[in-house]
């Protein structure tokens, strides 16, 4: 028996992770969970699973659970700083981050110092820390097994097999919500449009990620520091049908694909039985010949600039992934809340990387205070 730790509870990923132990109570038990201020979404899960330990976004969230709640079993605790409190525990096994942003930073660095096997969504973490994350995995043997459905797919291609061995990585884009609009037809866009994914349902950040195609960018930054791997051998390809999750081309030309349905509970019951696989009833197969065709088509970066902006703020490095990936999470909330226009978002993350003065292999005080500064940044300019 597994116990886990999961972080991001009530959230997309959170609840298909909840519904993949479901699907094995002999072999994972949740142990802990966190979660913002989604009381509606935590109460039927704390409720089920009455986990030993709660850890909401504040003070404010833990009364308006305690105040809803018929019972609780667990302790209820607040704060960026007692997530490290679940994911150090001597109890956790796993500990699965589906977060929301770069807040799940210090957790991840907190769970592999306590040599925890870590499954990770939470890309910007990834992000704007991946020199770091990934030398603290180094350091104490840690697996970092991705959740990320692309990640996921090229983990999977590459089984194991040498660096050396690999020409590229090839990571699909479906091309979100707004694929066949011209940047024209993107200046009038809705919230209500933008949330529209063509294939997957996901939580409103990643789904605007899509649409600007800022996602890929991430995945780019996020393939680079899970696989070790130079940005000139990350190539992406739109596809628009999201079946085939990504590619690994070999020296040999070979490439080897991984296909499914557009299922996140297919790549996070992977990360959590690794390397073994189980069956999974519920998923949803795959029918190639109900599909009949796949079509690939190459990127637009002038169509896509988000893209560029992630491919070069990457290269660069230093606190320049930081600063894309704050600035962007600031503007997808001013976008959701309405307070800036679709195209505004690109604007934003273009202008933040335009004036800032990088600073090379950043500490994690630099890149907090980098990612804070950054957010108030794009307050004041707007
Ligand atoms: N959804 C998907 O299919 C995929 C997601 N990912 C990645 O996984 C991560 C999670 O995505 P997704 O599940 O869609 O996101 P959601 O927005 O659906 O869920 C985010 C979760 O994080 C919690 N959260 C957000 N902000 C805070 C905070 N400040 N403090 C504590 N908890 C917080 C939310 O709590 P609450 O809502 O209660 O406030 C919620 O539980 C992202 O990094 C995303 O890029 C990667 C691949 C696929
Ligand atoms: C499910 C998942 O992993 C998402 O990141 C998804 O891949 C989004 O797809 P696009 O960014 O290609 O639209
Ligand atoms: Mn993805």
């Known amino acids: 028996m597994k116990n886990i730790t999961l972080l991001g509870a009530t959230g997309s990923i959170g609840i298909q992770t909840i519904d993949v ?26 409720e089920e699973f009455q986990p030993l330990w709660i850890v909401v976004k504040n003070k404010e969230a833990k009364e308006k659970l305690i105040n809803a709640a018929t019972k609780i079993d667990g302790q209820i605790l607040y704060g960026t700083d007692s997530l490290d409190t679940i994911c150090e525990h001597d109890g956790v096994d796993i500990v699965v981050n589906a977060v929301m942003g770069s807040v799940g930073l210090s957790a991840t660095l907190n769970a592999i110092r306590n040599k925890k096997q870590i499954a990770i969504a939470n890309k910007e973490t990834l992000v ?17 097994l991705p959740i990320d459905s692309e990640h996921s797919a090229i983990f999977q291609a590459l089984n194991g097999e040498e660096k050396k061995q690999v020409n590229k990585i090839i990571l699909t884009a479906s091309g979100g919500s ?9 200046e009038n866009v ?24 800022m996602n890929k960018g991430l995945e780019v930054i996020e393939a680079h520091w899970l696989f070790n791997i130079s940005f000139d051998q990350i190539e992406v390809v739109q596809h628009k049908e999201s079946i085939i999750h990504s590619m690994v081309e070999f020296v040999d030309s070979s490439i080897i694909a991984q296909l499914g349905t557009p299922d996140m509970r297919v790549p996070i019951q992977y990360a959590l039985t690794y390397p ?16 009949g065709k796949l079509h690939f088509q190459q990127m637009d970066y002038n169509r896509f600039p988000g893209l560029k902006l992630a491919f070069e703020a990457g290269k660069a490095g230093g606190t320049l992934p930081t600063v894309l990936n704050a600035a962007n999470e600031i503007a997808v909330d001013l976008f959701l809340n309405e307070k800036i226009s679709f195209l505004q978002i690109e604007d934003i993350v273009e202008k933040m990387l335009s004036n800032h003065q990088n600073i090379a292999n950043p500490d994690l005080e630099t890149i907090q205070s980098v990612d804070l500064e950054t957010r108030k940044k794009v307050l004041e300019v707007l």
């Open 21 to 46: 132990i479901k699907q094995h109570p002999d072999k994972f038990k949740l142990f802990a969970i966190s979660f913002g201020e989604n009381i509606q979404r935590a109460l039927p899960i704390i």
């Open 128 to 144: 704007t820390a991946g020199h770091l994350v990934m030398a603290e995995a180094k350091k104490y043997n840690v697996d970092l």
């Open 178 to 186: 707004f694929r066949d609009k011209t940047r024209k037809e993107l």
């Open 190 to 213: 809705t919230v209500q449009d933008a949330l529209k994914h063509p294939n997957w349902s996901m939580g409103a950040k990643i789904t605007i990620d899509s649409a600007t195609m």
């Open 276 to 291: 073994n696989r189980e069956s999974l009833p519920t998923a949803n197969k795959l029918d190639l010949v109900s599909i």
